[in-house]
């Protein structure tokens, strides 16, 4: 049909018809037809409301339809929509300006991006040149993006279609810190952190590495927090052999955990910082990867061999100011870590009623409700393998039923990421988590009880 003369009935088919389905098999697929979205909810083309329980993708931090951020980015298109990134600009500054106050001690020079893949291409470029060494260190149970480098650098089932052929070189995996169970057997504490020394041997043992990788608390993963030892020792690690460190906090920066970037929780100190997501709230897409002045300073006489046409675009940079300011004027960081505790005691409620519950973890309004069969084995629903090969997932069931009662929550492999806009209310959440009760009794059913 003429663009002009689409029927309100045919965008889903369109949409269907004529676009990829990331991350899915395209059968099956029928995007739900949106027409609006404000604050925790959104609303389809029969009126019928959602409420938004993982804030999309994790990223909509601010909740939908900010006024003072829809406004900024109309100021900033008034002002100057676009200039490359040779020029300075307010935006930029102004930005700039803020990093400096909020991230992590010590990450002064700012690279732009468009998201959170490239913002690792850029981490991963800028380790390599500066270190003159190659290999990178992640981990299993992660995610860092799409594109070619950071693609190689995830552990988790995304990066399987790139293998072997187009596998980028580089990347080695440890094992992730999970201490509900943990992938090489010990158990927390009396562990030493045996995951951490891992990482040790890997480093003393492969040679050539310039930089380990981590989210510092994994995200679509399963929200894997880390015991309070790891990260400093992971940092005391990457010290003792000149090794950078990078903190993926594309998911966990910008309040998610009840501080600003996750490493905070920590004070630990990352060598690169990379982030999207919620530095706009997603209104705009704005990636970044901040780096020590120190790491920069390689630069001064060397070509910085990096770049895009869009980096630094302005009408990216003016609405991260302005969400800023709004988390700042809403106190929305204090808010995550104030609701933390009545979140916690809504899902551990739950788990005390369902069988299949294995294990429920988080940290401000970033939770994970872990589904197994069997709670003394901790055997999970569906692996990895199952959702590649089209599988049907218990957590996809049960996510369905719930986004029928008005409920999008996000579901993978064999949890829920839990993790509303940062201004829901207890109401709110009630709403969501009482569909998430009604719907587990599927899970339960097929519980060893
Ligand atoms: N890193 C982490 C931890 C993420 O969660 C994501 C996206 O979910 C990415 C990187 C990639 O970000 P983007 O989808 O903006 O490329």
Known sequence: PASSSISAESISELTRDTNYGTWRFQKGWKPLHVVDAEGCWFTDDAGKRYLDMSSQLMCVNLGHKNPRVIESIAEQARELPFM??????????RLS???????????EKFFFTTSGTDANEAA??????????????????????????????TGDLRRWAMEPAGKGMGFVFAPETNCYKCPIGHT??????????????????????????????VGTNGVLIPPPEYLPKLREICDRHSVLLIAD??????????????????????DILTTAKGITSAYVPLGLCATTKKLADYFEDRYFSHGHTYEAHPITLGPAVATIEEM???????????????????LEGLKTKHVSIGDVHGIGLFFAVELVKNRTTKEPFNTMRDKVEGKPLV??????????????????????????????????????????????AIADALAVQ
């Open 84 to 93: 490359g990134p040779a020029y300075a600009t307010n935006a930029r500054a």
């Open 97 to 107: 300006a803020k990093l400096l106050e909020l991230l992590p001690a010590g990450l």
């Open 124 to 153: 991963f470029k800028i380790a390599r040149m500066v270190t003159g060494k190659n290999k990178i260190i992640s981990r299993y149970r992660s995610y860092h993006g799409s594109t070619a480098a950071s693609i190689a650098a």
């Open 188 to 217: 927390y504490p009396g562990c030493n952190i045996a995951c951490a020394d891992y990482i040790d041997h890997m480093i003393r043992n492969e040679g050539d590495v310039a930089a380990v990788l981590v989210e510092p608390i």
């Open 249 to 270: 906090e594309v998911m966990t920066g910008w309040g998610r955990t009840g501080k600003w970037f996750a490493v905070d929780h920590w004070n630990v100190k990352p």
């Open 328 to 346: 700042q004027r809403l106190a929305l960081v204090e808010r995550a870590a104030e609701m933390e505790p009545y979140l916690r005691e809504r």
């Open 395 to 440: 957590v996809d069931q049960i996510a369905a039923k719930m986004m029928a009662d008005g409920v999008a929550q996000q579901s993978w492999v064999s949890h829920f990421v839990i993790a509303p806009p940062l201004i829901v209310t207890k109401e709110e959440l009630d709403f969501g988590i009482d569909a998430l009760d009604r719907h587990l």
